[in-house]
């Protein structure tokens, strides 16, 4: 016997929304999808961890990341370029000072 998963209403949204941006990369050029697909998984797993209980972040990204798929869903936006900013670390004995 297989057991369902049950899925609340805002998972089922998340979900959703993550399959959306999926096919919408499908309609970009084939040498540009990998990189669209790697950023999405990426910033869906920065958020994976978040408590189900904090629904207004939840909700919060979820308004962000619809704006990102209309971005994504137009065809005049074929590429992706991701650049990672990193912070200088700073001492103990510069904070404050």
């Not at 994504?72 to 700073?90: A, F």
């Amino acid at each position: 016997m297989s057991r369902r998963i049950r899925f609340s209403g805002i998972q089922k949204q998340v979900l959703g929304l993550y399959r959306s941006m999926l096919r919408a990369v499908n309609t970009k050029p084939l040498d540009g999808q990998n990189a669209w697909r790697e950023h999405i998984r990426s910033e869906f797993d920065k958020w994976k961890g978040l408590s189900r209980g904090n629904v207004t972040v939840i909700e919060h990204r979820l308004r962000l990341g619809s704006r990102q798929l209309k971005l994504v869903e137009q065809p005049n936006v074929p590429y992706i370029t991701v650049k990672t900013v990193t912070r200088p670390s700073t001492s103990s004995g510069d904070v404050g000072s």
